[in-house]
T-cell receptor, first 114, second 114 residues
Framework: NAGVTQTPKFQVLKTGQSMTLQCAQD?????MYWYRQDPGMGLRLIYY???????DKGEVPNGYNVSRLNKREFSLRLESAAPSQTSVYFC?????????????FGPGTRLTVT | DAKTTQPNSMESNEEEPVHLPCNHS???????IHWYRQLPSQGPEYVIH?????VNNRMASLAIAEDRKSSTLILHRATLRDAAVYYC????WGNGGSQGNLIFGKGTKLSVKP
């Protein structure tokens, strides 16, 4: 049981390049989330998917798109990377979007945009 | 969203109890109090949550004030591995969509001295 896995662990992009961050969970969770964390700050929600087939914007969605490929996988795409998107990106999952189930986080992807 | 207030940092000695405070004076009746922690270079991990009564689990205890406007996370015997940023988060369990999401603040950075 690997929990939440993220690829890649590190990435350096040039301004304007695109990339997709991958996230997968093997806990059969309904809900999945993408957060970003800037230095010295707490996490901010980018997008979430309460269940397979649905996605919704979080606090900071601009510049990102997401795809809930199936129940296991939730990807985050940067179409045209900007230096302001330099951050650590965390994916998380939980059994349901409501209620009080805890969220389980992946190890993060450290992205630098030059 | 209801907000929480935590000290920026705290220090503790190894093997001593640690009391991490959190103020949430605007808490609503449907807000649960969640605690997460983030070890260096890792994703956050769930610690504990509660509504009105004090709660205990293998990691920690949560003491909730009678008026629910404050709470305290208690680590009974701090170890070096407990050095982390601790986040106190209010989560509205009663509604679907974004209200069930976690809103992270800056948290309390706990240092543990040997």
């Amino acid at each position: 049981n690997a929990g939440v896995t993220q690829t890649p662990k590190f990435q350096v992009l040039k301004t304007g390049q695109s990339m997709t961050l991958q996230c997968a969970q093997d806990m059969n969770h309904n809900s999945m989330y993408w957060y970003r964390q800037d230095p010295g700050m707490g996490l901010r929600l980018i997008y979430y998917s309460a269940s397979e087939g649905t996605t919704d914007k979080g606090e900071v969605p601009n510049g990102y798109n997401v795809s809930r490929l199936n129940k296991r996988e939730f990807s985050l795409r940067l179409e045209s990377a900007a230096p302001s998107q330099t951050s650590v990106y965390f994916c998380a999952s939980s059994p349901t979007g409501t209620g009080n189930y805890e969220q389980y986080f992946g190890p993060g992807t450290r992205l630098t945009v030059t | 969203d209801a907000k929480t207030t935590q000290p920026n940092s705290m220090e503790s000695n190894e093997e001593e109890p640690v009391h991490l405070p959190c103020n949430h004076s605007t808490i609503s009746g449907t807000d649960y109090i969640h605690w997460y922690r983030q070890l260096p270079s890792q994703g956050p991990e769930y610690v504990i949550h509660g509504l009105t009564s004090n709660v205990n689990n293998r990691m920690a205890s949560l003491a909730i004030a009678e008026d629910r406007k404050s709470s305290t996370l208690i680590l009974h015997r701090a170890t070096l591995r407990d050095a982390a940023v601790y986040y106190c988060i209010l989560r509205d369990w009663g509604n679907g969509g974004s209200q069930g999401n976690l809103i992270f603040g800056k948290g309390t950075k706990l240092s543990v001295k040997p």
